[in-house]
């Protein structure tokens, strides 16, 4: 019998890694493996007299479902390997650090600035018109840390950017162009070991976010295979072995990248499809 570690985050979880839990159990008891899930909070490692020391016995398989970037590597460095692997969701985690390492490797993605970083706030906002002029209106600003739709915001003029800027002032973020063919649908694609599993279109007409979590409604189409390939492209540059990529339809039909989840939930997708997600992640987890 194969043992198997689940990390999830110990503050309290959100009903989509419920369901990933549930479901990832449900398919490995399947295949005769033992599942266990500790919390990141857990004391799991540490550093002692100069060294990683680790609390945990020795698992077979360790899915890291959770965003602690310092947990994440000292569990790698104690000799677990971990699905996915840290530095590929330190890469996912922060927006702009997914748009600069899918950058100069023929990607499209939208016209990405960065906030710069602020360590005092003299009120000076200058570089605001050079994002209004790079970008126009309207723009995207997203904080660099957020999922499921949220810490995103449609900015119409210049006193809206600078409202959103002096909120945002100390909390890394970017500036995106606003895709307007693209306005309140994506599709969503997940890969697994470099292979596209299933996606779908997600789709809102009362909001600029497409997000099933913010309303949004999803459904099953046929997808260019130049939308398939630079999923999986993506999600060989980040290093993943799972994830979900979140890709926009430009004004020719070209698929141009918004996002890459390293965790992305998949009961909406398993609902849409009727394609076991979690099965496929299982079976490429069993095969390493």
Sequence with gaps: MKNVLIVVNGYGLADGIIHQVKRLTEEFEKQNCKVTVRKNNELLAYIKDGEIVSNLPR????????????????????????????????????????????????????????????????????????????LGFPLIVKENYGSLGRQVYLVENSAEL?????????????????????????????????????????????SYLSNLATGGSASVVELPQSFLDVAVKASEILGLDYCGVDILEGERGEPIISEVNSNAFYEGIEKTTKINVAKAYVDYILSN
């Design 162 to 206: 600078k409202e959103i800027e002096d909120k945002l002032i100390h909390i890394p973020h970017i500036f995106q162009k606003f895709i307007s063919s693209s306005k309140g649908k994506d599709y969503r694609v997940i890969v697994v070991g470099h292979k596209v599993i299933a996606y779908m279109k997600r789709e809102n007409k009362n």
């Design 59 to 134: 698992f077979d398989y360790v899915l890291y479902l959770d965003k602690d970037r310092y947990v994440a590597e000292m569990l790698e460095r104690s000799g677990h390997r971990l699905f996915n692997a840290s530095k590929a969701i330190v890469l996912c985690d922060d927006k702009m650090l997914t748009h600069i390492t899918l950058s100069n490797a023929g990607i499209k993605m939208p016209t990405t600035i960065s906030s710069t970083l602020c360590y005092r706030d003299n009120g000076n906002r200058d570089y605001l018109k050079d994002v209004e002029k790079t």
